[in-house]
């Protein structure tokens, strides 16, 4: 019976083509909102002025500044009658009331909006009342701020500062259950000393990797809500840091903030879980037992609970959401996020764990690599398999046709995506040659051999970072336009 281990690359790429041959392309639900109406419309010419200006957009929108809807003369004055807001019985529609009266002239309507997914929605329209020329919209003085966009450099780093601490976390978590804990339980003969040598020595890295990533967690979760926020209320990254009540009424007011506090919730029940299993495991100044210095099956996998939940909730509120099909979009995604964080995470843990192994214990240090290379391998081809297939998934979701990756930005992000992909997969067959070379030893890895296997991880490494970043700039994307 052939394992899974020896299941061709060329066979996964085949089952992949077919999978997304079957599923075909379907039409999105566009749940990034457009604007289906706007009354009057953009450049129209009307005899007198209108009551109100009414604005219905492709799905549910928020507005959380009374001047976040608003109408102005061709020189800024206002001439709203009444605050911007969304229908109550219907909120896909904002309307604004306009000031009784308005002389002949051009009138700029300006707003910004957040969409079901989090997208801040900013646009202006013009209307003529007269006969007089119609002059460009008016986006300067007050509500002419946009803030940072979603693809700037202030979101972009945000988020790849919450990956990278989300879904890292959730990597260490996985490291320990599926790679190091098959690695240690049939270890090499070793030396008594050697061997707690070993085990003392991961199980502290584990848990500085541990309080480092859930630190890099919490830093970027406040930094997204606060670039969140300055995008939402179209001020500055400073000018949001300085506006507690404006961070508030994100956090509070959106569906951007609701899935933040069920995060942040997940997150420090994962930091109080960590604290917990910390001290169980540090009882003592010995080294762990061998058959705890894992941490123990049971605590591991009641970690892992909210480790899911903080990583899926980016996908909840996110472009899944507001696909096709949700109920099927939103768990694809986050499997996707999940198999990523696992292959990215994994992948730099298995380097650490090579480099410092064979200094703390000896060649049984290097045979006990070489045994956590080994399993990572065997769970990279199959999280490798997981993201391809997620991925197709998640882009037929997205996309209309084929032709919208490369007329839209969002398909020409994905397409670096999967040569970025492409890339590291190369990578990984080239060092998972080295890996098949290993299961024929009988012995440890020679320093060379881990050696060249750790030179091709760190360019793989490189490379999946670019990844992570690519990913992050994809979140802040329109799928499509239309």
């Known amino acids: 019976m052939r394992t899974l281990r020896h299941v061709s690359p060329l066979a996964v790429l085949t089952l992949v083509l077919a999978l997304a041959s079957l599923a075909g392309w379907t039409s999105p639900a566009h749940g990034h909102a ?29 507005i959380l500044q009374p001047g976040d809807l608003a109408v102005v003369g061709a020189s800024g004055t206002p001439e709203s009658s009444g605050p911007g807001a969304v229908l109550p019985t219907d909120s896909a529609i904002a309307e604004v009331l306009v000031r009784p009266g308005l002389p002949s002239g051009t009138y700029t309507v300006r707003w910004r909006v957040v969409s079901a997914d989090g997208h801040i929605i900013p646009g202006a329209s013009v209307f003529a009342v007269g006969d007089l020329p119609i002059t460009p919209p008016y986006l300067g003085g007050p509500g002419g701020s946009t803030g940072p966009a979603e693809t700037s450099a202030w979101a972009v780093g945000a988020r790849v500062l919450e990956l990278v601490g989300v879904g890292g976390l959730l990597a260490l978590l996985l490291f320990r259950g599926l790679i190091w804990r098959a690695a240690w339980r049939a270890p090499p003969t070793m030396p008594d000393a050697d061997r707690d040598a070993a085990l003392a020595w991961a199980r502290d890295a584990w848990w500085i990797l541990f309080g480092t990533l859930s630190l890099i967690a919490l830093i970027g979760e406040g930094a997204v809500l606060v670039v969140k926020t300055a995008g939402s209320l179209g001020t500055s990254v400073g000018g949001a840091l300085g506006d507690p009540a404006g961070v508030v009424r994100v956090l509070a007011d959106t569906r951007f903030g609701d899935h933040l506090q069920i995060r942040t919730l997940a997150l420090f029940t994962l930091f109080a879980l960590g604290i917990w299993r910390f001290l169980a495991e540090y009882r003592s100044d010995r080294a762990p037992e061998p058959e705890r210095a894992d941490g123990g099956l049971g605590p591991l996998l009641v970690m892992l609970v909210p480790a899911f939940v903080a990583l899926g909730s980016i996908s909840a509120q996110g472009h899944a959401s507001t696909a096709s099909i949700p109920a099927l979009q939103i768990p694809i995604d986050a499997l996707h996020a999940t198999a990523a964080s696992a292959w990215v995470g994994g992948l730099v843990i298995t380097v650490v764990w090579l480099l410092r192994l064979p200094r703390v214990a000896g ?12 399993r990572f391998s065997s769970v990279a081809l199959i999280v490798v398999a997981i993201i391809v297939a997620t991925g197709v998934v998640r882009a037929l979701g997205e996309m209309s046709s084929p032709t919208d990756l490369w007329k839209t930005t969002y398909g020409w992000s994905i397409l670096i995506k999967i040569g970025l992909l492409s890339i590291a997969g190369v990578l990984a067959l080239r060092s998972r040659r080295s890996v098949s070379a290993l299961r024929q030893l009988s012995g440890a890895p020679t320093m060379a051999t881990l050696a060249t296997v750790r030179r091709t991880a760190w360019i793989e490494i490189g490379v999946t970072l670019l990844i992570v970043i690519m990913a992050a700039i994809l979140v802040g994307q329109v799928p499509q336009l239309r």
């Open 34 to 62: 457009v604007i289906d109406q706007i009354t009057p419309s953009d450049r129209q010419r009307l005899d007198r002025a209108p009551d109100r200006v009414t604005i219905r957009f492709s799905s549910p929108v928020h």
């Open 363 to 374: 060649v049984g240090g290097r045979a006990l690599g070489g045994g956590v290379l080994i």
